[in-house]
């Protein structure tokens, strides 16, 4: 018999349909050749310090710094009958291999390794390693099984970010907790978070606005400005000046330029995303993408690629063909799919880019709740828009003079909307309006030499603003040097 350790039930049940495990016993299913059997998340976790020396239950300066010789762990609280089961499976005599079946990541590493040294398991073990949870990629990745020993790097990587957390955490809570008499949690994500957002904080706080003029011209319907005035009286005299002179296009320059596709989602860009259109934070943006990679209805959402491999080409002109027909805001968008700008080996490692599965576009939104239902709209316009033609625009800058002073507006004028098209589709199918987005200004036909007679001017008092607060978007965005994890409440 082979034991699969899946990382939760759900996942663990759908293995086990797909392998035809289909009797159901207490805390795992059995069938075909295989138990299939889950953790319950972090079934094992690092001891607290008290388990070392009971004298550490209570802080004293005099202990620290705490420096575990040889580390300890623990059954999770309220955790330990599945792990008594697994543990039996592990020892059962006619298991003779262990299929390592968490999450395809380096927390999902963790949570296993530590069952099986937990268990004292000596058997040797496979990894599963799959990007989508459809019956297909389960059936591929039991096929192609890995060595499990090939992910010891990173099982170390994920051991040594839970040892650090628990080094700073214990230590460094308990010297500034006795230090200021009273408990001060500091943890190696939440404290440099939280000096982020005091900092971000004392700036907006301490922000002095300044005032400052602009003075708007306005020449044949064209709203054209001038530089910043600190100094009021001199925007007065600037529009005085103008109102008694003649204005004269003495530049116009034409741009063609082109806005290149955008390239598909990795977790951090689609949280960012799904935060500035749709306020979702960036926990809730994960806990949705998870549930829908369970659903087997999008791949695997904890990755940094934003790239798929050349031997997806295939199957992903397919899934975008399936898109195109099953999706209504692409009903009469003609697109010509171009793959190679997806398409990169050297930057796909653990996992591709988050795409929609072949099951999604089989059942489409029936059943999803309306968070799911927007997470999905995104991930789907995405990839149609990353394969798309790019958008082609002409840009215009037009300056004036008038009583001495220069003036400029710009414009421009879309010659082909390309993936902005289905962007704009999508936003409109779902109800949303894209508030970042900026309105197109056409200017109209203008040429060099052009004067214009008695032009309106006005001057309009503006503010300096200070810096915004901090947003998911931002964490989002430093995640990497701030060491934020994707699991972490911080």
Not at 1 to 27: D, F, H, Q, Y
Request: one cysteine or more; proline letters at 3%; aromatic letters at 10%.
């Amino acid at each position: 018999m082979k034991l699969v350790i899946a990382e939760k039930p759900s996942v663990g049940a759908a293995i086990a349909a797909v392998m035809g495990a289909n009797e159901k016993r207490s805390g795992y299913f059995e069938g075909g050749g295989y138990l299939v059997s889950w953790c319950i998340g972090h079934l094992i976790s690092l001891a607290d310090a008290a388990t070392y020396n009971e004298q550490f239950r209570k802080w004293k300066y005099d202990d620290l710094p705490i420096v575990p010789q040889e580390w300890q762990f623990i059954v999770a609280s309220g955790k330990e009958q599945q792990f008594s089961i697994l543990k039996d499976l592990m020892h059962r005599s006619d298991v003779t291999e262990i299929i390592n079946a968490c999450d395809s990541g380096r927390e999902g590493e963790l949570i296993f390794r530590f069952v099986y040294e937990q268990a004292n398991c000596k058997k040797p073990f496979s990894r599963l390693w799959i990007s989508s949870m459809e019956a297909s990629a389960i059936r591929e990745g039991f096929s192609n099984l890995k060595d499990g020993r090939g992910y010891d790097n990173l099982y170390q990587s994920a051991l040594c970010r839970a040892k650090a957390d628990w080094l700073i955490g214990i230590n460094a809570t308990r010297l500034f907790s006795i230090l200021y008499h009273k408990t001060l949690n500091v943890g190696r994500v939440q404290t440099p978070t939280l000096a982020m957002l005091v900092n971000r904080d004392y700036a907006i706080s301490s922000f002095k606005k300044e005032k400052y003029h602009v003075v708007r011209l306005d020449v044949g319907g064209v709203a054209a400005l001038s530089e910043r005035q600190d100094d009021e009286a001199a925007a007065r005299q600037m529009k005085a000046a103008c109102e008694k002179s003649q204005a004269v296009c003495t530049s116009l320059k034409k741009e063609k330029k082109t806005a290149a596709p955008p390239k598909l989602f990795d977790l951090t860009a689609l949280q960012r995303e799904a935060n500035r259109l749709y306020g979702f934070t960036a926990k809730q943006t994960l806990d949705y993408a998870q549930a829908l990679y369970e659903k087997r209805l999008l791949t695997y959402p904890r990755t940094d690629s934003k790239y798929i491999t050349s031997d997806m080409e295939g199957s992903t002109k397919e899934l975008i063909t399936g898109l195109c027909a099953a999706l209504p805001f692409m009903q009469g968008v003609k697109l010509q799919a171009d793959l190679a700008r997806i398409c990169d080996n050297s930057k796909v490692t653990d996992h591709h880019a988050i795409l929609p599965t072949a099951e999604f576009v089989k059942t489409g939104f029936s059943s999803l709740a309306e968070s799911e239902k927007k997470l999905m709209t995104l991930v789907c316009a995405k990839l149609l828009c990353a394969v798309a033609a790019p958008y082609e625009y002409e840009a215009v800058t037009a300056v004036f003079t008038c009583g001495g002073y220069t003036f400029t507006a710009k414009g421009r004028t879309t010659l082909c909307e390309g993936w902005r098209e289905i962007e704009r589709l999508s936003r409109a199918a779902s109800g949303e309006q894209d508030e970042d987005a900026e309105p197109e200004a056409v200017l109209p036909p203008l040429a060099e030499g052009q004067t214009f007679d008695n032009p309106a001017a006005e001057i309009s008092e503006r503010y300096t603003q200070p810096p915004k607060a901090f947003t998911d978007v931002i964490f989002c965005e430093r995640k990497e040097w701030i060491g934020i994890e994707e699991r972490s409440s911080a």
